[in-house]
């Protein structure tokens, strides 16, 4: 117990006066924020305020975008990520991402799962074949597919895609998952299960999750980050938050007045 | 303004009529002058034989040493344009600055348009010889250079039509591979080039077809000796060259001298045929697959 509460403080997440621009465009406007670990952040906040490019922030996904710009820092494990001597492939087994839409790879489910071990060069087979089974169960997706690991993902259902995706993700063990609305594409039924599921997994892993649906906020995350034009008005406690908001803006939001 | 509507639709259904009906005028004359043809020589004969000599006295009619050289030297071309030119299309799409993409792929495209003569008289006056540094039992015709030569030829065939295959890859498949914590060497090769992989192969495909149909490159470096083997250290004929060489010597019309090249022609064309319908059978059945 000891040891876990020490291992969960080294595997800090922390922004700290975090700008970001693309091109001339000011999105991300001195934010700074602490996750907590093992436990589920959602992010809320009208579209087009910054969410997405928050989050994906932790994983260095934005480099790829043409004008991305940023400034201040963030801290994971002690280390700024964003500085020269940082391995981006080692940051991203650790921070693991999930999609807005699922985006199996046109491959078959077994080597979905294992892709992130393969890339790393693992090659046992027992080894692979367990991780394969493990995940799947984690996510609840083993039952399902069980027979069906050597056929192509994309036969998959949209919502068994995304639990696949999850699954495909937690293969590498990340200590921090980043999902960006992963409902959004999903029935009711599958959304549910998902959000069981994520439920399940802030056991192991810190959980951050941009969502639109504020239902799904109040739900699953134990505590909510309110966006407004790249600016982060409100954090506190989901609780809290959706009772007893601290500021006016936050509460026109969740009572549905805009957005 | 509705009348200039209805002339411009009848306009470019002529168009459309004539660029058919071209393609049917080609097909029938091969077929009316092969079937003459093949009134003298047995399919059998034409298809097995192993040597064609209708110029000579003692006259076969087989197929296959053109056949032979075609292949050989349309094979070369491609192990020469694959490498490369697969190479350059993952170096385009994952790798370089979009704005030297805009500047390369306009500057690679020059290459399949310089005249074919002048890349022909460089295999045989510049590529032949240095070749012949390395291997010196290399004639002074031969299928190498040639081949090699039309590779080069193709290359930008294959790196554009294959960079737009890599290009069509769904953004989120990338960002799956890169969040996983893959290099973009591994999101490459284990993602985008399986993901891409129909539209390479129509690609390579088509670029096939193109050397096969290449004339002057063979015509100039190749010799045209028709010859059953698959050395490419000896001078051969392709298809074309014969024919080429057939049409512009002084064999009479109504001659089966004459008609032997619509028979050839109906073999390279029947090849071509099945290349391009083999490429858009590909494109159909998978297109639509990774969206
Ligand atoms: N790839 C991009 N290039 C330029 N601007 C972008 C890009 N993605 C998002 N933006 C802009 O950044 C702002 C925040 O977008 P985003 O993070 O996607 O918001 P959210 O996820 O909250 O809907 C918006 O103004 C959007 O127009
Ligand atoms: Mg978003």
């Known amino acids: ?259 | 303004m509705r009348k200039r509507e209805k002339i411009i639709k009848v306009l470019l259904l002529a168009c459309g009529v004539v660029s058919v009906l071209t393609t049917f005028g080609i097909i029938w004359i091969l077929l009316s002058e092969a079937s003459v043809f093949f009134k003298t020589v047995s399919i059998k004969e034409f298809l097995t034989s192993d040597q064609w000599t209708p110029l000579f006295a003692d006259k076969h009619f087989g197929i296959l040493p053109l056949l032979a050289g075609t292949v050989l030297t349309s094979g070369i071309a491609i192990l020469v344009a694959l490498p490369f030119g697969l190479t350059i299309a993952i170096y385009l799409n994952e790798y370089a600055p979009k704005q030297l993409r805009k500047v390369v792929k306009p500057m690679l495209e020059i290459l399949a348009a310089v005249p074919t003569v002048v890349y022909g008289y460089f295999a045989l006056t510049f590529v032949t010889p240095l070749m012949q540094t390395v291997l010196p039992s290399l004639s002074g015709f031969n299928a190498l250079s040639p081949g090699i030569v039309m590779g080069i030829m193709i290359i930008p065939l294959i790196s554009s039509l294959s960079e737009d295959a890599l290009y069509a890859v769904p953004k989120s498949l990338r960002e799956a591979s890169y969040g996983m914590g893959a290099t973009r060497f591994q999101t490459a090769f284990r993602v985008l080039v399986p993901a891409a992989l129909s539209g390479i192969t129509v690609s390579v495909l088509l670029a096939i077809s193109r050397a096969m149909g290449e004339t002057m490159i063979v015509a100039i470096a190749a010799g045209q000796q028709p010859r059953l083997t698959f050395d490419p250290t000896v001078p051969i004929e392709t298809i074309t060259t014969y024919i080429v060489q057939v049409s512009m010597g002084d064999v009479e019309r109504g001659t089966i001298e004459y008609q032997t090249i619509f028979a050839a022609g109906l073999a390279l064309f029947g090849l071509t045929f099945l290349l391009n319908n083999i490429s858009f059978w590909i494109k159909k059945k998978f297109t639509r697959k990774y969206e």
């Open chain 1, 1 to 259: 117990m000891a040891e876990k509460s020490k291992m969960v403080e080294k595997e800090s997440l922390i922004a700290e006066n975090v700008n970001v621009f693309y091109g001339d465009n000011h999105v991300i406007k001195n934010v700074s924020i602490v996750m907590p670990e093992n436990s589920i952040t959602a992010f809320i906040g009208p579209s087009g305020c910054g969410k997405s490019t928050f989050l994906r922030l932790y994983n260095r996904m934005n480099d790829y975008i043409e004008g991305f710009r940023k400034d201040g820092s963030i801290i994971f494990n002690g280390k700024e990520i964003y500085s020269k001597d940082i391995q981006l492939e080692e940051l991203r087994k650790k921070i693991g991402m999930v999609f807005q839409k699922p985006n199996p790879f046109p491959k078959t489910v077994y080597e979905n799962i294992v892709y992130g071990l393969r890339i790393q060069g693992v090659k046992d087979k027992a080894l692979l074949d367990e991780v394969v089974e493990s995940t799947l169960k984690k996510v609840f997706l083993w039952g399902e597919v069980k027979d069906q690991l050597k056929k192509s993902a994309l036969a998959l259902s949209g919502g068994q895609q995304q639990r696949l995706c999850i699954a495909r993700t937690l293969a590498v063990e990340p200590s921090i998952l980043l999902m960006d609305e992963p409902t959004s594409a999903l029935d009711p039924i599958s959304t549910a299960k998902l959000e069981e599921l994520v439920f399940e997994l802030k056991k192991t892993l810190t959980v951050v999750i941009v969502t639109h649906n504020m239902q799904q906020a109040a739900r699953i995350s134990d505590k909510t980050a309110f966006f407004y034009m790249g600016e982060l008005k409100e954090f506190s406690p989901t609780k809290q938050m959706f009772t007893n908001p601290k500021e006016e803006i936050t509460q026109n939001y969740i009572t549905g007045r805009f957005g």
